[in-house]
């Protein structure tokens, strides 16, 4: 009879053990989720109210609709995205975090408009400033992907219908 293995292990072709990683707590991941949550609800409050002349600066000139349309529409959007990102249940929240992502990748070329043409709007008044706001787009992407847990959902389904794990 073989000898009972530790949960904490897993054994390799060789015989010998290797520690298995923890499986990852899902309380950072839920602050995160309420913390992007609430970041996209502030600026779809901003967008709406105070901050609205601001992000018209980031409509790129050539976007057909008026940008204030566009301001409103996108402010919305972003309310709509934390409600569903705060209250969503865990068998969708996989869903809501592509649909965040999607969103977080549509608005990007808004960004690069604004690093492309020199337009000011949220103190980015220098040519540096708007450059160095570029690579926090994907980092917002990364976020929504891991906060709701989509990216592995992802690669679990991918794995179960034998597409690997990469």
Do not use: C
């Amino acid at each position: 009879m073989a000898a009972p293995q530790n949960p904490a292990t897993t054994p390799t072709t060789s015989g010998r053990a290797t520690p298995v990683a923890p499986a990852p707590s899902s309380v950072p991941r839920t602050v995160g989720r309420f913390a992007l949550a609430a970041a996209l609800a502030t600026a779809g409050i901003g967008h709406l109210t105070v901050s609205r002349e601001e992000f018209q600066a980031q409509v790129p000139p050539w976007v057909p609709l008026d940008p204030d349309v566009v301001v409103l529409a996108s402010g919305v959007v972003e309310i709509a995205l934390a409600a569903a990102l705060a209250l969503a249940p865990r068998k969708h929240r996989w869903l809501v975090g592509w649909v965040v992502a999607a969103f977080f990748v549509a608005i990007f070329p808004g960004n690069i408009s604004q690093y492309v043409t020199g337009t000011d709007g949220f103190g980015l008044d220098t040519d540096q400033a708007r450059a160095l706001r570029l690579p926090f787009q994907p980092v917002l992407v990364l976020w929504a992907l891991w906060s709701t847990g989509a990216w592995r959902t992802w690669r679990a389904r991918r794995a179960a219908a034998g597409g690997g794990s990469r």
